[in-house]
């Protein structure tokens, strides 16, 4: 009798690659046959293997030379098909693997001829490296994206102490949380901060100092723990906050996780003197399961926080007028792009100069003896082009922004107009406000008003330009004097903000009436549109946008009026500082209601759909422009970062979302959308017995209201049509008789004869008259 008989393995490696002695050990069912006979084991001939060897890789079918197989010797395939292990066979003749064959083709083209795969199937393809334990194809997938980027991030989160303790704790929190409340989700609060405790401002004096440093119990006051669930920091590495969020992110998705996440303020604990802790803190929402609807998903109205940011990756924000870019970014973009025309520009007029110049030294050597008309009007026609290309130079050379300093501080010196004539109350108040102010910083506040009066003068002169170009002389203004203050006066960056403040509030303030929707761009088209889209989408109702907000609450109620208030406001401020604050207030207002609402703080889901409503409610005027307003002539840092930067970009995702609303975004069909964007109907209001006791009798009466005017509308235009229909009738019905009275005249014609004698002779034609008697005589009685 014969025995097939196995080998216990002896070792394994823990990361799950092979060599060829594991490998050999891996075969465990069946593993090389021995013949038993009367309790001695006698060994088999080797397993031999045809040159062109049919694999069968978990049911996909596979056919490669055996050197392929054998290419790397210290690999699990070259120790499995090297003859001294028994493999298996399928019915068809195919030798038998265990393991997925999805991605065995690409390890297949690696041994072939070197073959990497795509990105999409690194990862993939690097596990089954470490299966089959091919050391050359593991050390290539490494140094490949996203292997590669995932070593880096490793690193990354290596500096990071106790990151996977809080990874899990926050999966933890959220699970115990989403049990109790029995809920599909659950929020928890983390603070991540990259450094420790900056200097205060009683520090700054000390700070250049080289023996400055803090006391011990001075960093003891500095020590506290935010109140949030987990948190992060401080790290020593070039990746900043967003970075770690985006690991953060991405490690719970890995667990299949769906999370969100949005900033929602500072920690503002009071630490010191006047100093308080300014760390982020970020809103996790974990969800445990997507909610799904009976009919289809509901579309909601989501911006992650990644969509907000630059696209560039700097971590600022980004704004649509600016493709998505920071205002930092698009200035380089635009230098970029502007530089790259001015340069084909100037080589452009080049060689039209060069090629004419050439052919007219042709001419003049081929054909001296021209004739004098003919060489007059090609000289004419020379200095014609000569003419052009001078021109498209000086053209050029204006707009290029690279003018010497002195010929600027020239420009300045000569008189303006605009500083002789008489100056407005406002205007009048804040250069005082503005001249008090700097008067505190002494040499340094000299300084600045006279390059703000200096920058006044030149811009006089820039009226001409396009109004992208005098924002861009406007942000580069912003830009110099606040790195001159940093670098020359040695301000702390704390008091540069307010001196930008106050510089920003001054220099717009005069040119408010000259760059705030100038006739030169289409910013008064985009106002009207933006108007008129509003006023059609009056029926959008705060159920279909999905708001958090009950505005049958008197509290809420109030909020709505402000933030609705606050919106409309924005367009009579002058600054573009003010009206940011009239945005950021509004915003406020919004959160506020939404907390009173839900008795919990609100989040960006929530946020985003309560603004675009109380946009479509409030219809603010001249949007556009103050958006843009706003975007060209804003100190870049106040949009780039804070809680006004985050404001104001939920604001353009808002006006943008309300310019693109559609039936899908609504969750209504086609039809119905186009009925009530066309005025034709509305959608049903709410029915009577589904108010609240506590309902406001007014807002009871407003609705019960809306529906008998809908109603009377409704019976109104059924009797237009039926009256119409009556009119109708009745002209048929005219024209009808009419016909018939006109087929009977046709037939019947009356014909009416003259008389052709008088009456004396009526009875002259009778013949019979003598047979009558004669006619009665009167007779007379005597009395």
Not at 413 to 436: C, L
């Amino acid at each position: 009798m014969v025995v097939v008989t196995g080998r216990e393995p002896d070792s394994r490696r823990p990361d799950g690659a092979m060599s060829s002695s594991d490998a050999e050990d891996d075969f465990l069912e069946p593993a090389t046959p021995t013949a038993t006979h009367s309790g001695h084991a006698l060994p088999l001939l080797p397993q031999e293997f045809p040159e062109v060897v049919p694999l069968n890789i978990g049911g996909a079918h596979f056919t490669t030379r055996l050197s392929t197989l054998r290419r790397y010797e210290d690999t699990m395939l070259a120790a499995m098909f090297s003859g001294r292990h028994y493999i298996p066979t399928d019915a068809e003749g195919r030798y038998f693997i265990d393991r997925d064959g999805t991605h065995f083709g690409d390890v297949l083209n690696f041994l072939r001829s070197g073959d990497l795969p795509p990105r999409e199937r690194v990862q993939a393809v690097h596990k089954e490296a470490q299966y089959y334990a091919i050391g050359p194809l593991l050390e290539q997938l490494e140094n490949m994206q996203p292997l590669k980027g995932e070593k880096v991030r490793q690193a990354f989160l290596g500096l990071m102490p106790y990151y996977k303790d809080h990874l899990e704790r926050i999966v933890e929190i959220a699970r115990l949380r989403a049990v109790q409340r029995k809920a599909r989700f659950a929020k928890l609060k983390v603070c991540v901060f990259k450094e420790e405790m900056p200097i205060t401002p009683y520090e700054c004096p000390l700070l250049n100092s080289l023996r400055f440093e803090r006391s011990e119990s001075d960093g003891q006051l500095f020590e506290h723990h935010c109140e949030v669930d987990v948190s992060f920091g401080p790290w020593e590495a070039v990746a900043d906050v967003y970075d770690l969020l985006h690991c953060l992110v991405t490690d719970l998705k890995a667990q299949g996780l769906v999370v969100d996440h949005q900033c929602i303020g500072v920690c503002d604990k009071h630490l010191i003197n006047h100093y308080y802790c300014k760390r982020p803190i970020y809103e996790f929402k974990i969800t445990w399961w997507k909610k799904m609807s009976l009919k289809s998903e509901r579309r909601g109205i989501h911006v992650d926080q990644s969509e907000l940011l630059c696209k560039k990756g700097c971590g600022y924000y980004g704004n649509p007028a600016w493709q998505g870019f920071c205002s930092k970014c698009w200035r380089e973009e635009y230098h970029k792009a502007r530089q790259k025309q001015i340069q084909e520009d100037w080589e452009l007029a080049e060689r039209l100069q060069r090629e004419e110049e050439e052919a007219f030294a042709s001419s003049q050597t081929s054909q001296g003896a021209q004739s004098l008309t003919f060489s007059k009007f090609e000289e004419k026609k020379t200095n014609e082009k000569t003419r052009k290309v001078t021109t498209v130079k000086k053209f050029f050379s204006a707009s290029s922004r690279v003018g010497s300093k002195k010929a600027e501080i020239q420009e300045a010196k000569a008189p303006s107009p605009s500083i002789n004539r008489q100056t407005s109350m406002e205007t009048d108040r804040v250069s005082k406000e503005f001249i008090e102010f700097l008067k505190t910083f002494h040499k340094t506040g000299q300084e600045i008003y006279k390059q703000t009066k200096m920058f006044l003068e030149a811009m006089h002169y820039k009226r001409d330009l396009s109004i992208e170009e005098q924002s861009e002389c406007t942000q580069d203004f912003y830009q110099n004097v606040a790195e001159r203050m940093q670098t020359r006066g040695k301000v702390p960056p704390e008091r540069v903000e307010k001196i930008m403040d106050q510089i920003e509030k001054y220099i717009m303030t005069r040119l408010y009436k000259y760059v705030f929707c100038p006739e030169t761009t289409d910013d008064e088209k985009k106002d009207l549109a933006v108007q008129k889209r509003i006023r059609a989408l009056h029926w959008v109702t705060p159920q279909m946008l999905c708001v958090p907000v009950n505005e049958e609450i008197p509290e809420v109620s109030d909020m709505v009026v402000k933030a609705i208030t606050d919106i409309i406001e924005m367009d009579s401020k002058r600054v573009p500082r003010d009206k940011l604050a009239c945005i950021t207030k509004c915003s406020k207002h919004i959160f506020n209601a939404i907390k009173v609402t839900k008795d919990e703080p609100a989040s960006a889901d929530d946020f985003l759909p309560t603004l675009i409503y109380i946009v479509l409610k409030g219809n603010p005027p001249r949007l556009q422009s103050n958006i843009q307003y706003i975007t060209r002539f804003c100190n870049p840092s106040r949009l780039m970062s804070g809680e006004d930067g985050y404001y104001f970009t939920n604001l353009c995702c808002a006006v943008t979302f309300i310019e693109k609303l559609d039936a899908q975004s609504l969750n209504l069909s086609q039809e119905d959308f186009d009925r009530y964007m066309s005025g034709q109907t509305s959608p049903r209001k709410q029915e009577s017995e589904n108010w609240s006791p506590d309902a406001c009798l007014g807002v009871k009466q407003m609705y019960k209201n809306l529906d008998l005017l809908s109603q009377l509308n409704e019976r109104q235009e059924r009797i237009m049509n039926e009256a119409k229909k009556l009119e109708k009738d009745l002209i048929d019905w005219t024209d009808g008789i009419a016909k018939k009275v006109q087929d009977i005249v046709e037939k019947c014609p009356l014909e009416i004869k003259p008389p052709n004698q008088s009456l004396a002779a009526i009875d002259s034609e009778n013949v019979e008259n003598d047979k009558l008697p004669p006619p009665l005589q009167p007779q007379v009685y005597a009395g």
